[in-house]
């Protein structure tokens, strides 16, 4: 039996990789059971169905014409699950590019508009940063990354920096432990820079708790920017 070339295994092995490794449901609303896919990639686990749901029913009254943004999109399946519920748009970000194209194929499967969302490859730290993703603040926003990294701090730094979100911006975030006592760390040093003629901070900012739950090892919350 002849064997594949070194070269020939490589790319065979890249493929695999690049490859459907898991398949995640959406839950509810006009995509209901449909699925979507994401690759084998370190830090991605698409957030579960009973915590999605939890997550969902929080939104029911405010994900119609929402503009969403899903800031570590993974399998997409939380902006793709507010999209079938109702919101008007929602900005995926993605660093891996393999999984940025699993994400567009999804989308194209769903037979989404164009005009409902967007994909963006790279971090979203340096997206927000570089980009203006949307003409007006984002009215929900996901921050899920993998948990390992802490990637929430800079990302929801960027957000309040760049007037990405204002005070009626419900924010998602999702980790493997409590995060008030970080939240009110960030809250300190963001408000450390008021009064500084580079700061874009012109008044003291707050973090409102407005739902949490746990799942499993899943801490989850929803909250909202306040000022004072």
Not at 37 to 58: C, H, K, Q, V
Not at 186 to 194: H, I, P
Request: glycine share 6%; charged share 20%.
């Amino acid at each position: 039996m002849k064997k594949a070339s070194n070269g020939r295994a490589s790319k065979n092995h890249r493929k695999a990789k690049n490859a459907a490794a898991g398949d995640v449901r959406i839950i509810g609303g006009q995509f209901k059971r449909r699925i979507v896919s994401f690759i084998d990639a370190d830090g991605l686990r698409p957030t579960p169905d009973r915590l999605r749901e939890t997550l969902f029913n929080w939104l029911l009254a405010d994900i119609h014409d929402a503009y969403v943004l899903d800031s570590c999109a993974g399998s997409g399946v939380l902006g793709f699950e507010a999209l079938s519920r109702g919101a008007a748009h929602t900005t995926f970000i993605e660093i891996n590019p393999a999984q940025s194209n699993m994400l567009r194929q999804s989308a194209e499967q769903l037979r989404l508009e164009a005009s409902s969302y967007q994909i963006i490859t790279g971090t979203a730290e340096q997206i927000l940063n570089q980009e203006q993703l949307t003409d007006r603040p984002f009215n929900i926003v996901f921050i899920d990354p993998p948990y390992a990294q802490d990637l929430w701090q800079p990302i929801l730094t960027s957000l309040i920096i760049n007037a990405s979100i204002n005070t009626e911006t419900l924010i998602y975030l999702e980790a493997d432990k409590d995060l008030s006592a970080q939240l009110k760390q960030l809250e300190a040093s963001l408000n450390e820079k008021l009064g500084s003629p580079l700061s874009v901070i012109h008044q003291p900012i707050a973090f409102e708790c407005l739902k949490q739950t746990k799942v499993g090892q899943v801490v989850a919350g929803l909250y909202r920017l306040s000022s004072s």
